[in-house]
Each structure stands twice: as C-alpha cells, then as structure tokens.
C-alpha cells in the first residue's frame, strides 16, 4: 500500500519561511517522479513544483525564485522550502507520486501566511 504523508505545515507571518516534507512509503521512491500541488478554499488545485526522477525541476511562476523542491530517495522524502511567503501562498499543499499512469496523492498540510 504507498502511503505519502506530508508534514510541516503551520501559520507563519510574511515574508516567513516554512519547510514542507512529504514521507512516502509502499513504493520505490526513486523510480517516481514528485510534485508538489496547492488549493486554496474556493479554488482549483494548482501545481506548485515538480521533480523528476533525475532530478529536474519545474515551478509555477508564483513561486519561483521563492521555493525550492529537492528529495531524498535514501529517506524515501520530498521536500519543499517556501520562503518569502505571501498570504497568497495560503492553501492546502498537497504532495503527489508519479509514474505513467499511476498517481498516489497525500492529505495534505495546511499553510497559513498571515500577520
């Protein structure tokens, strides 16, 4: 059974910074591409960041210069660090495992930049 558990989420002023993990389990971590979506209330999810087997990363225009997404195949983790954050930013962020047609999805953590 894959399993991905994300953690890290919080209330945080602006211009804070927070540092998202997602733990996975069940699967090979290293053979599945790892995103990174949000959805804030009354709107569609969106994607954040992506990376790629080998590495390669993609970001929305909202958020770069601003996070990075990295992982970790030995730990079996994705990260995501947000900074500079914006009360925009605010959402539910979700982390998402990727291979062909397989999509394993987490429950998400919540984000709140707020003063």
């Known amino acids: 059974q894959v399993r991905l558990v994300e953690s890290g989420g919080g209330l945080v002023q602006p211009g804070g910074s927070l540092r998202l993990s997602c733990a996975t389990s069940?699967?090979?971590?290293?053979?599945?591409?790892m995103g990174w979506y949000r959805q804030a209330p009354g709107k569609q999810r969106e994607l954040v960041a992506t990376?790629?087997?080998?590495?390669?990363?993609n970001y929305d225009d909202s958020v770069k210069g601003r996070f990075t997404i990295s992982r970790d195949n030995v730990k079996n983790t994705v990260y995501l660090q947000m900074n500079s954050l914006k009360p925009e930013d605010t959402a539910i962020y979700y982390c998402?495992?990727?291979?062909?047609?397989?999509?394993?999805w987490g429950q998400g953590t919540q984000v709140t930049v707020s003063s």
């Open positions: 069940g699967a090979t971590f290293s053979l599945y591409d």
């Open positions: 990376i790629t087997t080998s590495h390669s990363t």
């Open positions: 998402k495992m990727s291979r062909g047609v397989l999509h394993y």
